[in-house]
């Protein structure tokens, strides 16, 4: 794996809906509609980080407002894995 640089990281997002890049990760916030969807949803992107081996940091918040957090922290930053993340959880919606 390889760690990818701003710019790298910022064209490749582009093509991923509502995901941004800051201090070495790359993030996006959801709102769902109520408690128990962002739940829902939080379990899917658990389940598709445990296929993957790849784990984000989750946050659900504010009763249906769910943040996902992505970086390789072996490599301290962002790499592709990190990004084919992102695209896999952007096939849950």
Known sequence: MSLLVGNEIHKKLK???GWTYSNKQISKEIKLADFKEA???VNKVGNLAEELDHHPDILMHSWNMVKITIS???EGGVTN???QLAE???SLF
Do not use: A, G, W
Request: hydrophobic share 40%.
């Open 72 to 74: 390789t922290h072996s």
């Open 81 to 83: 894995k990190d990004l």
């Open 88 to 90: 896999k959880i952007e």
């Open 39 to 41: 739940l829902v949803f």
């Open 15 to 17: 093509k991923i809906k």
